[in-house]
């Protein structure tokens, strides 16, 4: 059980790091730059993914899905807040529309589902039992680490050249730090 | 009110991460209360400045 649960902690980072990368080739090949909003969301799939990294790095722990949980009420909270910025007819939208969602539409189900995941994953009590090791993990593990540290890199680095050391305009029209 | 520049969450989540790919398991989770607090911080602007042109 404690493989299953590893397994489908793994399964949760790698659903983490793929909406975080299609975001990325969203902004890059659309050229549609996030929002502080949007940012922010980003920020909280982060957190979620983290707390799946910390149980498949050091094994299952209550705390780690509290990372999770926690993280995803977060980014269930702001992608809340853009949806009602917009619920109104005729105050627009932000970005373009996949499948007839807005991303930040998206982003609410998807927060609302890795919660859902995160809370069913806590019934399997066997992997509890293990405890946290501080030992070396698997290739796999550390390799998947490695893509979700790699993630997080790219996106600070495009949020420090998107906005600069300062707050980010509601409507982002190119990368602070590349205007001459 | 002091205004936080928006990598500043990011760059925090960047240490939570790494602390965890090279061991420091407790550190990764302390690190990501510190990137919880500036993603509220920054969000609390936002969530006001809009709702008091509603209001």
């Not at chain 1, 990372?67 to 910025?85: D, E, K, P």
Request: a positive charge; one cysteine or more; hydrophobic letters at 55%.
């Amino acid at each position: 059980m404690p493989a299953l649960a590893r397994s489908l902690n793994a399964l949760g980072l790698l659903g983490v790091c793929a909406a975080l990368l299609f975001a990325f080739y969203w902004q890059i090949a659309r050229g549609e730059l996030p929002c502080p909003l949007c940012l922010l969301q980003r920020a909280a799939f982060v957190g979620a993914g983290l707390g799946f990294m910390l149980n498949v790095r050091f094994g299952s722990s209550e705390s780690h899905y509290g990372v999770t949980i926690v993280s995803s009420l977060a980014g269930a909270a702001f992608a809340a807040r853009q949806v009602l910025l917009h619920i109104v007819p005729g105050t627009g939208s932000y970005g373009s529309a996949l499948y007839g969602w807005h991303f930040y539409t998206w982003a609410l189900v998807g927060f609302f589902l890795i919660a859902l995941f995160a809370a069913a994953l806590l019934f399997i009590e066997a992997q509890f039992v293990e405890g946290v090791r501080e030992s070396r993990p698997s290739v796999a593990a550390q390799g998947l680490g490695w893509l979700f540290v790699l993630v997080v890199l790219a996106n600070a680095v495009s949020t420090l050249l998107e906005c600069g050391f300062g707050p980010c305009p509601d409507n982002p029209t190119g990368y602070e730090l590349l205007r001459k | 009110m002091l205004v936080l520049p928006m990598a500043v969450p990011f760059v925090v989540l960047v240490i939570a991460a790494l602390a965890a790919i090279l061991g420091f398991r407790r550190t990764s989770v302390w690190v990501w209360f510190i990137a919880a607090a500036t993603m509220a911080y920054s969000f609390q602007g936002h969530i006001t400045d809009p709702l008091k042109i509603a209001l």
